[in-house]
């Protein structure tokens, strides 16, 4: 069975730092547009962060620029999201999600209805 499995969630404290993981489990994502979303209570669902099948030229949100980065292993197994500098408004549910067909941009401004495979979410709680 194909999917995505998320890790790496947790407690982060204010200027901290977590990494998040996104492995794929049945396929690879040599063809795939990964892009990380979160949302907190109450809120909408938003991208955060994607990276092309090409690797090339990854996106973030302006919320997160310069704090966040986004990698995939030469597996093209599993994407990572590297979280540093964390604030209290980083506090949310993280899901990645995989949308398929080559590509050498991405976008973070995309409609969640485009995407083939979801992970089951990580809750990250960022608080001192």
């Known amino acids: 069975q194909s999917q995505l499995v998320e890790s790496g969630g947790g407690l982060g404290q204010p200027g901290g730092s977590l990494r998040l993981s996104c492995a794929a489990s049945?396929?690879?994502?040599?063809?795939?547009?990964i892009v990380w979303f979160r949302q907190a209570p109450g809120k909408e669902r938003e991208g955060v962060s994607c990276?092309?099948?090409?690797?090339?030229?990854?996106a973030y949100a302006d919320s997160v620029k310069g704090r966040f980065t986004i990698s995939r292993d030469n597996a093209k197994t599993t994407v990572y999201l590297q979280m540093n500098s964390l604030k209290s408004e980083d506090t949310a549910v993280y899901y990645c999600?995989?949308?398929?067909?080559?590509?050498?941009?991405?976008?973070?401004?995309?409609?969640?209805?485009?995407?083939?495979?979801w992970g089951q979410g990580t809750q990250v709680t960022v608080s001192s």
């Open positions: 999600a995989a949308r398929a067909g080559y590509s050498l941009r991405c976008s973070v401004h995309v409609s969640t209805s485009e995407f083939h495979y």
């Open positions: 049945g396929f690879t994502l040599d063809y795939y547009t």
């Open positions: 990276i092309s099948s090409s690797g090339d030229k990854p």
